[in-house]
């Protein structure tokens, strides 16, 4: 009884995720849209997405706007999968047809060690998920 119930909490906080849509105003979005009019949807513009914040992300970036990766107040370069990105610069892609693509990479789970302290050499994987429209 206590799997069944833990598996519908899960679920149903999933379904709560999937359901929110293109609603803030730098364009990032949880999950697919629920279906709308055309004259409702938002204009999915250029966003900034802070990597030490997430591991994985999926958002909207409407065709010709830009989408930058940024670590520690630098931009990162990634792994790229799909055609719907084009790479302007390292961590700066701009949405170059309708599709979906994918970057991801890795990033340094622990701050820097300072001088003569221990270090962390933990890395954590991240994702993007970007829908271009």
């Not at 789970?109 to 221990?118: D, E, I, L, M, Q």
């Amino acid at each position: 009884m206590r799997a069944r119930t833990g598996a519908a909490v899960g679920a149903a906080v999933a379904s709560l995720v999937l359901t929110a849509g293109c609603g803030s105003a730098n364009g990032v979005r949880v999950g697919a849209p629920e279906a709308a009019p055309a004259s409702t949807q938002q204009d999915c513009g250029d966003v900034v997405v802070d990597l030490a914040a997430t591991n994985a992300r999926e958002l909207c970036l409407s065709v010709g706007s830009t989408l930058r990766l940024r670590l520690n107040d630098r931009y990162v370069p990634a792994v790229e999968h799909g055609t719907a990105l084009t790479e302007v610069s390292p961590g700066v892609y701009r949405g170059a047809r309708a599709g979906s693509a994918q970057l991801s990479g890795f990033r340094h789970a622990c701050p820097s060690a300072t001088p003569g302290g221990v270090s962390c050499h933990a890395i954590v994987g991240w994702k993007v998920t970007v829908d271009v429209r």
